[in-house]
């Protein structure tokens, strides 16, 4: 095995970098690999001219790589192995393309569905390996991935900027947070940056409970912080949300509207902090809307450079996966179990991994459902 070639797929996030980094000093000093990058990750792998998509790495791009932000490979969210796109020739084109340019193996960070992808590279017959991440923090088998710690840290210290901010004008803070599925980055950005209530998808919230919580927080203290995971789920029959729709047509208009989905089938998600932020006005009978604010992080904790831990972790996965790959081994995930860099089956990655506090420790940190 001589050519391997990097794809950085999905959301880009923290310390995708330094997975390279470490792949490529490795890969060169230990075993004299040769090092390529497909731009746009399976976008770029299924083009007509793959060629167009290919950037050459070696050793000297190494250096300094491992703390720059977001990926230097671009990413896509292009997934070949759709129906849509099975019945197009795309997986076969995919493997055709990969001999073509001479690619022996794949190096892939992804999330959930780039993982997916990866493994279906494998049963494709090219060998490939997987490291894991998501400022979701939301692919199981390993305890944490690529992003999600830098992520929490930057989020911690906007989210407590908001905080003073609602305290010093007494108002009500929404800050909205990415996590589709799961709500570990609320979570923790909620608990590490001072929320009175924190908000996740796996708590599906009862409308007149959280504003009841809002009104007599506001009542005690005169301001209150909410953190809210993208994904919180409301039911749409929830009287309290019915009486807002019916009172002001803006949410009515925004419930109504449809974002679509993504290459995978996925949500497209955003604005939950706005429709609640007229809940609660609505409910509260507050005068103005400009009592209760709404804040999107949104993005901004995507194109992050790493805190030390994702640096670490991004040269660990990195290093473990080219010495698997060198010694015959492929068709896995690496993860951090523990101390220790492990294989994880793809099924296994795959099981969507969900927020697992007791529900105790929930309450402590003040999530509402
Ligand atoms: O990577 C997952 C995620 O962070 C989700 O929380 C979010 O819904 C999604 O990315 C949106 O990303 P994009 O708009 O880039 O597809």
Redo the contacts with the bound molecule.
């Keep these: 095995m001589k050519r391997i070639g990097f794809m950085t797929g999905?959301?880009d996030c923290a310390g995708i970098n330094a997975f390279l980094a470490a792949c490529l000093k490795r890969g060169s000093e230990g075993y004299g690999a040769e090092f390529v990058g497909i731009r746009r990750a399976f976008e770029g792998a299924c083009a007509d001219r793959i060629e167009d998509f290919l950037v050459p790495l070696g050793p000297a791009d190494a250096v300094g790589l491992e703390n720059k932000p977001s990926t230097i490979l671009e990413s896509s969210?292009f997934n070949p192995f759709s129906e849509a796109n099975r019945a197009k020739g795309y997986p076969e084109k995919l493997v055709a393309n990969l001999k073509k340019v001479g690619i022996d193996a794949v190096l892939a960070t992804g999330?959930n569905d780039t993982i997916k992808s990866t493994k279906g590279l494998t049963e494709l017959g090219i060998p490939a390996i997987a490291a894991p991440k998501?400022?979701?923090n939301d692919v199981s088998g390993t305890d944490t991935m690529l992003g999600f710690k830098t992520a929490v840290t930057f989020g911690a210290s906007a989210f407590r900027s908001t905080v003073e901010s609602a305290r010093t004008h007494r108002r009500i803070s929404l800050v909205e947070i990415?996590?589709?599925e799961a709500g570990w980055l609320s979570l923790e950005i909620g608990l590490a940056g001072g929320a009175d209530i924190i908000l996740i998808p796996e708590k599906p919230v009862d409308l007149a409970r959280l504003c009841g919580r809002v009104a007599a927080l506001n009542e005690r203290q005169g301001y209150v912080n909410i953190a809210v995971a993208?994904g919180t789920r409301i039911r749409l029959d929830d009287p309290v949300l019915v009486a807002a729709a019916e009172a002001t047509p803006v949410v009515a208009a925004m419930l109504k509207e449809d974002l679509g989905k993504?290459e995978h089938g996925n949500p497209?998600?955003g604005g939950i902090a706005q429709i609640l932020r007229r809940i609660i006005r609505h409910r509260l009978g507050l005068k103005k809307l400009e009592d209760v604010r709404a804040t999107d992080l949104g993005f901004t904790l995507?194109g992050l450079p790493p805190v030390a831990d994702d640096i670490i972790l991004g040269l660990r996965f990195g290093f473990a996966a080219v010495d698997l790959l060198f010694a015959g081994e492929a068709g896995f995930m690496v993860g951090l179990q523990g101390t220790r860099i492990v294989k994880v089956p793809f099924a296994e990655a795959l099981v969507q991994k969900k927020v697992d506090w007791s529900e105790t420790d929930l309450k402590n940190a003040g999530v509402v459902w």
């Design positions: 999905g959301g969210r999330g998501s400022i979701d990415m996590g589709r993208e993504d497209k998600l995507r």
